[in-house]
């Protein structure tokens, strides 16, 4: 790679010798003598020529906010789902029981869930009756779908089953086609 210019802005190694901007960042690059570039010719057939620059690039980077909530529970936090629509909560217990299994009553011989959604319309939108499994493991909370017929989804991602996803402050877990936003309520006061 001998002759490549390194852009002293985002580091990257393999732009051309004699570009004006980084291929990857498009900031400008530091001049390289002629000696140090590689000799080469672009050929282009009749009539074509190279594409023009569309992309901007701001001079500094934008500040990276969190795209997700707090992943990690400590003994504090209170875990409850929002039923969506509806509003209604539902407090999960989970620091309790360690593992919690939603899903909805289909009969008096069969599994019962931890948690019963079938008050929210569970049969009718798809909801299994064992769906999905919550567990709360090394200070974090997981989803694992338990093979259901319709699926679970994790802020509108398939989760596979029996394949573990972490959960989020504020995560939409969709069961079928019924909708719980996750939340991680911390007191206002806990003295440590």
């Not at 360690?98 to 069969?110: E, K, N």
Request: hydrophobic fraction near 30%; charged fraction near 20%; proline fraction near 10%.
């Amino acid at each position: 790679m001998t002759g490549r210019v390194v852009c002293t802005y985002c580091g990257y190694r393999k732009n051309r010798p004699g570009a004006q901007e980084c291929w990857s960042c498009a900031a400008p690059l530091p001049p390289v003598k002629v000696d140090d570039a590689l000799r080469t010719t672009t050929l282009l057939p009749e009539g074509l020529t190279p594409p023009e620059k569309t992309r901007q690039v701001p001079p500094e980077p934008p500040h990276n906010e969190p795209r997700w909530g707090e992943a990690r529970i400590d003994e504090h936090t209170q875990v409850v789902a929002i039923v969506i629509p509806g509003g209604e909560t539902l407090s999960l217990g989970i620091q309790q029981t360690g593992t919690l299994i939603l899903g909805r009553l289909a009969g008096p011989d069969l599994p019962t869930p931890h948690l019963d959604l079938s008050p929210y319309g569970a049969a009718e939108m798809g909801v299994s009756r064992e769906h999905l499994q919550l567990e709360l493991k090394d200070y974090s909370l997981y989803v694992a779908d338990l093979g259901s017929t319709n699926g679970t989804f994790l802020n509108g991602l398939r989760v596979m089953p029996n394949q573990p996803r972490i959960v989020r402050d504020r995560d939409e877990i969709r069961l079928g086609q019924l909708k719980l936003q996750i939340h991680f309520l911390q007191p206002e006061d806990h003295s440590e």
